[in-house]
């Protein structure tokens, strides 16, 4: 696993051994942000001088992979003890301390803000319905920025992860699932 492109391309990514975390996969990764960029809806402005959240944050990759691509800053949520652990070596390693923070707290129960983030990664365990109530709590606690772009992965069968959102992409790549909208 590595960053694909950015300031930080090629750069190794660590993730903990088992199967607790499972990192996005280098080809899903290209996959999003070429989307991102490339999309009628996205633009470089989808990326660069973002703020952004990765949440069920696991390695890390999405956020560290936004912050090679320009991204301003990235909040991390994980909480994992493996997974915190890679994430902290990873930002290390890619030299982003300066424009990230680790929360290691759930976003099902997150500090308030007061700093919204405009491109929010949700990329939680599959099969347990955690994006809406992730949504609901980062929201409450000032997390999403009006209009933020939400990208999240699910199993490749999972229904829609919110409801009543106007889905701008969805795309399946192997077992996951990519959903794009933009928050309300």
């Known amino acids: 696993m590595r960053i694909i492109a950015g300031i930080r391309r090629g750069r190794t990514l660590t993730a903990p051994e088992g199967k607790a975390t499972r990192p996005t ?3 899903v990764r290209q ?23 990765d949440g ?8 560290l992979e936004a912050l090679s691509r320009g ?27 300066d424009v990230s923070r680790i929360q290691a707290s759930t976003v099902l129960k997150p500090p308030r803000t007061t700093t ?13 319905s955690l994006p809406a109530q992730a949504l609901t709590a980062l929201t409450s606690a000032g997390w999403i ?4 772009l939400i990208v999240t ?8 992860p919110v409801e009543g959102a106007e889905i701008l992409a ?3 790549h192997g077992a996951a699932r990519l959903w794009v909208w933009r928050q309300g």
């Open 25 to 27: 996969a280098d080809r």
């Open 31 to 53: 996959a999003l942000f070429d989307m991102l960029l490339h999309a009628p809806w996205g633009g470089r402005d989808c990326v660069e001088g973002a703020q952004v959240l």
């Open 56 to 63: 069920f944050a696991g390695t890390g990759a999405l956020g």
């Open 71 to 97: 991204a301003a800053f990235c909040t991390f949520f994980e909480v994992d003890r493996p997974a915190l652990a890679a994430l902290r070596t990873n930002v290390r390693d890619c030299q982003m301390q």
């Open 116 to 128: 919204a983030c405009n491109l929010v990664f949700l990329d939680p365990p599959y099969g347990q």
């Open 145 to 148: 920025a009006p209009g933020a």
């Open 153 to 160: 992965e699910t199993g490749r069968d999972e229904p829609m």
């Open 170 to 172: 969805e795309r399946a």
